[in-house]
């Protein structure tokens, strides 16, 4: 069985980067796996927690510095010895075995170059972690409602009516938990670092799938997903930041500007929409306008 290096960064999460630590241990019966675990610049006690609780066989490696979720994977990365890379978020736990699926979809078709599993959020609800890539087609479809009135039809609402109980091709997944071949990784030119968080795991698979390549999901595992725990500060402005990133990359500064645009009229609308129905929502809508319209 051929080695996965499991890859889990901690930023101020010490208790749960265990307890994900341990629901593998615990859970995970591939038997050929290597966990690494960057304590990410906390600044706080979680390095000597980590050094403290972790069992042995975990390595254990420091960085001062915050890198964030890309430069701090390309960094840990280089400590692993792995055939195949598993990205895992510090903010998951197992409740089912799945290394065994994830590398048998990989070994068994050429052209995926990445695949994720199942993930719930903790109420066991099903938490979306299959994504069409960003565009100004996607972006219409949101503005004028079509993904709204044909979600079932993934060219209208992407993977919004996605059943998540077969194997499919989607155009990418969360990196919250995905599974690539170390030669996939090193050969698409790894995390592009200039996304600090946030995007980066769309932009190496939009790379991939310039290639020819293409991820796939895969019902298995139920990865567990808190969300958010180790990110709770300034998301939405990174978040709208990395966004702009990707536009401004693969789209250019006159199709960036048109997607953030579609994506605002989008927003006031639904706002525009809730305010006679939910307070709460329509809030929530206004905020992410003003997120776009601060980055245009």
């Known amino acids: 069985m051929e080695l996965v290096s499991v890859l889990i960064i901690n930023y101020r999460t010490p208790e749960l980067t265990l307890q994900c630590v341990n629901s593998l241990l615990k859970i995970e019966t591939y038997s050929n796996f290597e966990i690494l675990v960057l304590e990410n610049g906390s ?3 979680s390095y000597e927690f980590l050094k403290k609780n972790l069992p042995k066989t975990v390595k254990l490696v420091l960085s001062e510095d915050n890198l964030g979720f890309a430069k701090g994977n390309n960094y840990l990365e280089k400590h692993a010895k792995g055939k195949y890379i598993l990205f ?3 903010d998951t736990y197992l409740t089912k075995s799945l290394l065994k699926e994830l590398v048998s979809v990989l070994k068994e078709n ?3 170059a990445v695949v994720g599993p199942r993930i719930l959020n903790p109420d066991n609800s099903i938490q979306p972690s299959v994504f069409r890539f960003p565009s100004i087609w996607e972006s219409f479809c949101y503005c004028s409602f079509l993904a709204v009135i044909l979600k079932p039809i993934v060219l209208f609402g992407g993977f919004d009516a996605f059943k998540y109980d077969k194997q499919r091709k989607v155009g990418f997944v969360s990196g919250a938990c995905m599974l690539i071949s170390r ?3 090193d050969l698409i030119g790894k995390f592009d670092e200039r996304f600090f968080m946030y995007a980066e795991e769309t932009d190496l698979a939009y790379r991939l799938h310039l290639l020819g390549r293409f991820c796939l999901f895969s019902p298995t595992g139920d990865v567990v997903h808190l969300g958010g725990a ?3 500060e300034k998301i939405t402005e990174m978040f709208v930041l ?3 990133r990707y536009f401004l990359k693969h789209f250019g500064a006159f199709g960036s500007k048109f997607i953030i645009l579609e994506l605002m009229i989008g927003f006031l609308l639904r706002a ?3 305010i006679f ?3 709460r929502k329509a809030k929530e809508y206004f905020n992410k306008y003003i997120a776009y319209a601060h980055v245009l």
Do not use: G, M
Request: hydrophobic share 30%.
């Open 183 to 185: 030669k996939d990784f």
């Open 88 to 90: 895992l978020n510090s």
């Open 43 to 45: 600044k706080d006690e």
């Open 230 to 232: 180790s990110s709770k």
């Open 242 to 244: 990395n966004r702009k």
């Open 277 to 279: 129905v939910n307070h």
């Open 110 to 112: 050429e052209k995926v």
């Open 272 to 274: 525009i929409v809730f």
